[in-house]
């Protein structure tokens, strides 16, 4: 399995913006579709956004499209580009691999066999 490494979170004032990446090692992170989760005080974790493993193809929850935009290299980074920030995105986000490499994007998380430990995003009013 791929493990996996979350950053960048932080405090930041409504309407502002913060990057998360999400580090992951293995030779083959290329191959994994990838996402990102979160989860605020009091609810269940949630889909925020998905990329496919070359990065061509993307999903987003409704709450965030036009906002947030996930992308990664051919490396091992992938990232959850944040603006516009409400005090709802506020939360602890998660990226996750895919639990087999080589398959297509997913929203399920079900379908994700390594998660990282989480990155506090906090939303200031």
């Known amino acids: 399995q791929v493990q996996l490494v979350e950053s960048g979170g932080g405090l930041v004032q409504t309407g502002g913006s913060l990057r998360l990446s999400c580090a992951a090692n293995?030779?083959?992170?290329?191959?994994?579709?990838m996402g990102w989760f979160r989860q605020g005080p009091g609810k269940e974790r949630e889909f925020v956004a998905a990329?496919?493993?070359?990065?061509?193809?993307t999903r987003y929850a409704d709450s965030v499209k036009g906002r947030f935009t996930i992308s990664r290299n051919n490396k091992n980074t992938m990232y959850l580009q944040m603006n516009s920030l409400k005090p709802e995105d506020a939360a602890v986000y998660y990226c996750?691999?895919?639990?087999?490499?080589?398959?297509?994007?997913?929203?399920?998380?079900?379908?994700?066999?390594?998660w990282g430990q989480g990155t506090q995003v906090t939303v200031s009013s």
């Open positions: 996750a691999a895919r639990g087999v490499p080589g398959l297509p994007l997913t929203v399920r998380s079900a379908d994700f066999g390594s």
């Open positions: 293995g030779r083959t992170f290329s191959m994994y579709a």
């Open positions: 990329i496919n493993s070359n990065g061509g193809s």
